[in-house]
């Protein structure tokens, strides 16, 4: 297949795997601001504060354990059925998830029961999202000419930074019109009644795609497996751990680079809530050039290269975290935000090309969710929860866990060396 990234068609592809993520991480990262900012105060009941905050960072993470359920559920229909309905049905589940929680109850409200629903919402949202991410890489590069799979595969992790973009700036919008007391009552709602116009737009693109050349191939050959699972875990164990090695590096950065670093910025720090996503939203930009930057490279280079760039980056991001985060300047703040999601972008971009090349199509829907997911427990789910225990007894500990991801997710490609990968 050899499509230019201007025809029509190729638009079309680009834009349902960008839009599409970018709908999901809209969703996923308004709870983790909210979680950050008010979701303590609001659903869990607790003597002291860090307790509080501790309880909503747990609820964040609950989302990332029920995302390999979610990856091994749309990862088997979407190498069963087809990736196309099965990309509508992730969009369905983590929207109407992320909708719902604007209508929740809270504590002073109901007790208990607020909480409950919260959580269930979330594990819904997590489900959604396991089997987003590599149904929207498939997308892009299964339908990608050869020599352009990193640059067609970056579409997908670009919606992380838009994303991104979209969540935090409308709470900054909320933030600049709403008072505190008006926020912590109801503004935060709004952000997830945007989701339902969102989710909406997603599916109107989705529904017009066709599916992708290489299930077809597959299905055609008779090439899919019964069960997927199954037999990725059998026949392809090698390249599932080293995936989701690889791919602990860039969740650790994200989230302590963001819900982390809100939270802690705001409520040890003394920054003020503007302040701090004002510096979030301007770092983030720094992710979206280095998801460009590292992919464009990758088709000349490898995208191997660049993913041990971002490794190597998340270490000495990790060693800069303590005397930088801490620096009591908020510019300093912002240096090491924008150093930290810049080199994410190169361990984060290239694996949108790189973890569907380490799979044959009959499981690769399987295995791409399954390496995404399981490295985002590691990186991801447990980062905001462990720092905020660590953090009391310094930043410092807090960036050995980026150390510590670093090194496992260049682990994850040592494991890989001289074992020839799909181009």
Not at 23 to 50: C, H, K, N, R
Not at 61 to 86: C, E, M, N, Q, W
Not at 197 to 209: N, Q, Y
Not at 372 to 399: C, D, K, M, Y
Request: glycine content about 14%; overall charge positive; hydrophobic content about 55%.
């Amino acid at each position: 297949m050899s499509q230019s990234l201007a025809s029509p068609s190729a638009r079309r592809i680009l834009t349902a795997s960008l839009v599409g993520t970018a709908v999901e991480f809209y969703d996923f990262y308004i709870y983790a601001t909210a979680a950050a900012l008010v979701f303590g105060q609001l659903f869990f009941p607790a003597e002291s504060g860090t307790a509080q905050q501790m309880l909503s960072y747990a609820s964040f993470g609950l989302a990332f354990v029920a995302r390999p359920v979610g990856a091994i559920v749309f990862g088997h229909f979407g190498d069963r059925v087809g990736r196309k309905s099965t990309l509508v049905a992730s969009l369905m589940l983590m929207g109407g998830s992320t909708v719902a929680i604007a209508f929740l109850p809270t504590y002073d409200q109901v007790g208990w029961v607020a909480p409950l629903l919260l959580c269930v919402m979330r594990l819904g949202q997590g489900l959604g999202l396991g089997g987003e991410w590599g149904g929207a890489a498939l997308l892009a590069v299964e339908n990608a000419p050869p020599h352009r799979r990193n640059t067609w595969g970056m579409f997908p992790p670009l919606g992380a930074p838009v994303g991104f973009l979209m969540a935090n700036g409308l709470f900054l919008i909320l933030g600049l019109a709403l008072d505190d007391a008006q926020f912590r009552d109801w503004g935060w709602r709004l952000p997830f009644l945007v989701s339902a116009i969102l989710v909406a737009l997603g599916l109107w693109v989705r529904l017009k795609l066709t599916e992708t050349p290489a299930f077809l191939e597959a299905a055609e050959a008779e090439a899919l497996p019964k069960v997927p699972i199954a037999t990725l875990v059998a026949h392809h164990g090698r390249a599932l751990l080293a995936g989701t090695g690889a791919v602990i590096a860039c969740f650790a950065l994200f989230y302590l680079a963001t819900a982390f670093a809100l939270g802690y910025g705001t409520k040890t720090l003394g920054y003020g809530r503007q302040a701090m996503l004002g510096v979030e939203l301007a770092a983030i930009l720094f992710l979206a050039a280095g998801v460009i930057v590292a992919s464009v490279i990758a088709d000349r280079t490898g995208a191997r290269r660049m993913l041990v760039i971002g490794f190597l980056g998340c270490i000495v991001a990790g060693g800069l975290m303590g005397p930088m985060l801490g620096a009591g300047s908020l510019f300093v703040v912002f240096l090491w935000l924008a150093f930290a999601l810049f080199v994410m972008g190169f361990a984060y971009g290239p694996l949108g090309g790189w973890l569907p090349s380490l799979f044959p199509a009959g499981v690769r829907y399987t295995g791409v969710s399954m390496t995404f997911n399981l490295g985002g427990i590691i990186g991801g789910a447990l980062a905001p929860l462990a720092a905020e225990g660590l953090a009391s007894h310094g930043l410092a500990w807090v960036g050995l866990y980026l150390v510590g991801a670093g090194v496992l997710s260049l682990a994850g490609l040592a494991l890989l060396r001289g074992v020839r990968t799909d181009p």
